[in-house]
């Protein structure tokens, strides 16, 4: 087997993140601190959650998201803002990942040029997966 030589520059790197919302508790939590939805989502998530019959599982999903997010950024709660994390709609559907501020900041720092993401939710569960590639060696990061 071929030694590691730390001078070579490791190739890309994929960096994933997945979490899972109980929607039934995040629904509570949104009855208990309605504000909460104001400090979790920018503008356009609240819009297009507002549009939908019952708005809870794509908050939920969305919150899978940023927290998918900042997995792949390799920050817990707290060390990124939720609204640096913004999880927009394309015209066919597909979830968009925008970063602003910290969120921004620690992805260039990652050399993440973009993050993908993919929502569900059904049967009581939001699910979120990221992905992004890196060209940074995370040993050092």
Sequence with gaps: MAEHNDRIPLP??????????????????????PRVVERLFCA?????AASQSDPVPSLAARFAAKEAVMKVLGRGIGALRFRDIEIERSPEGRPIVVLH???RDRAAQLGVARVDCSLSHAA???LAQAAALSMVDQRST
């Design 124 to 126: 009581g569960v939001a």
């Design 44 to 48: 356009s998530e609240q819009r297009w």
């Design 12 to 33: 890309m790197q994929i960096l994933v993140g997945v979490d899972v919302v109980a929607i039934d508790r995040f629904r509570e939590v949104l009855a208990r601190h």
């Design 101 to 103: 501020d910290s969120a």
